[in-house]
């Protein structure tokens, strides 16, 4: 989807105009993701059960949202009661007390959520966000394209497989690209990805000295291989592609193969969305010279700036977003495979999840198997998979990002776009007093 989507939009309570002029409103900003996209659907069902409160949102394609969050809670603006952010933001700006810690009822079961998630939105012991869905990345391909070309993808394949079958999946004549990867610039972007692929073949953001280590022979091999295979196996105009382009590609059939976040399969996997719904299968992620790195770590979480005045009412509505009864809201009405994943123990417990989602054993390994404080082959002084938990991260990110796009698109060579990559890194981090 591209561009901006900013719409506000607030569903009328099914009660008096004296009694909707004196509601609470909350101002909710949130991701253009299928999940938010039904979250904000179910207004009327949180509204009902809170007579008190209405909803407005504000929803986002994902780069516009982080800057936005971003500048809002560094500037105390207030323009949000609800923020949806993720494991970079929530321990740090919980440290800086830029949100409000989370607790909530008995009822609402916090050790239901999965350690990797509630660790990594937390600081210091305390629950910064509360996680709406969790994640990490896989492969999601056509089976059947696969087999037809009589080939094989099995869990964590090496990255030159991978190619193999990205080369026999390559029919563009007939209207299918052998591999689809996000090309749009961002640290939460094309960054989650080519930093994943990066740390599998022995890369990583810093050395032990906090140094930039972007000028490795690793990063180099990653790159190149990242822009070889898109350039002759992708779709055209993959600089431009992020999570939503490459989903409705998939989803259309263009694409043979898919390494992305795992919370997509639920989306590629129903026939209301996909005509290949029946056609995925799944694997866990390539590798080159280490497994460790090789699948990203994220939740798209709840959280609540310091700043707002409507702290109580806001809790409410994350309790409400991110509980058990939800999930079990959203089965009921789109069914099991359908529901948001990735954060409740619970949810992979129940039979009738297990039945509905053919995702459901790839995703859950591939969350339990990333690990943020070991995630490079050799010794790294950050945690974080595709990420650096360090505030200088997102700027060094956002350039970094650039020039990656930049080398897809044939702007620069991969060489000019790793060592520019270098020198905004080395900068903020001297600016920053690293070193």
């Not at 009822?105 to 600081?123: K, N, Q, T």
């Not at 080939?151 to 497989?161: F, L, V």
């Not at 209207?175 to 094309?190: A, H, M, Q, T």
């Not at 992708?234 to 898919?258: D, Q, R, T, V, Y």
């Amino acid at each position: 989807m591209k561009g901006i989507r900013n719409s506000l939009v607030g569903l009328a309570l099914s009660a008096t105009g004296a009694f909707a002029a004196n509601a609470a409103d909350l101002t909710i900003a949130t991701v253009n993701n299928g999940h938010m996209i039904e979250m904000q659907k179910l207004t009327p069902e949180f509204e009902k059960a809170h007579p008190g409160i209405k909803l407005k949102w504000v929803v986002l394609e994902e780069g516009i949202l982080r800057q936005r969050v971003t500048t809002d809670i560094s500037t105390k603006g207030g323009q949000f009661d609800v923020m949806t952010i993720g494991m970079y933001e929530a321990p740090i700006w919980g440290k800086n007390k830029w949100l409000v810690p989370l607790e909530f009822s008995a009822g609402y079961d916090v050790d239901d959520i999965l350690p990797a998630m509630r660790g990594g939105l937390s600081h210091d012991g305390k629950l910064f966000a509360a996680p709406f869905y969790g994640e990490s990345s896989m492969i999601m391909y056509r089976k059947d394209l696969v087999e037809a070309a009589g080939m094989k993808i099995e869990d964590n394949p090496t990255w030159g497989h991978i190619r193999k079958v990205a080369a026999a999946l390559h029919k563009p004549d007939q209207g299918v690209f052998g591999i689809c990867l996000r090309g749009k610039p961002g640290w939460g972007d094309n960054m989650a990805f080519i930093t994943t692929m990066a740390n599998s073949f022995g890369a990583q953001w810093f050395n032990m000295d906090w140094k930039p280590a972007l000028d490795s022979q690793a990063w180099k091999d990653a790159v190149t291989f990242y822009v070889d295979l898109l350039t002759k196996y992708g779709p055209p105009g993959s600089e431009g592609n992020s999570f939503n382009e490459i989903l409705a590609l998939i989803n259309e059939g263009k694409c043979g193969m898919w390494i992305d976040a795992t919370i997509a399969a639920s989306f590629v996997t129903d026939p209301k969305q996909s005509k290949v719904a029946d056609k995925m299968a799944f694997a866990q992620s390539p590798y080159k010279a280490t497994k460790k790195g090789a699948n990203w770590l994220w939740a798209w979480a709840l959280a609540i700036p310091a700043g707002t005045k409507q702290a109580d009412n806001a809790k409410k509505f994350i309790e409400w977003a991110t509980s058990k009864k939800y999930i079990e809201l959203v089965a009921s009405k789109n069914g099991w495979g359908s529901v948001p994943t990735g954060t409740r123990k619970s949810t992979y417990d129940n039979p009738k999840f297990q039945e509905a989602a053919t995702f459901d054993e790839a995703e859950l390994k591939a969350i339990l198997s990333a690990n943020p404080s070991d995630s490079t082959m050799n010794k790294s002084p950050y945690v974080g998979v595709q990420f650096a938990a360090i505030p200088e991260f997102q700027a060094i990110g956002i350039a970094v990002g650039q020039q990656m796009t930049a080398a897809l698109a044939g702007k620069v060579s991969v060489e000019q776009a790793l060592a520019n990559a270098q020198k905004a890194a080395d900068r903020e981090m001297r600016k920053a007093g690293y070193y």
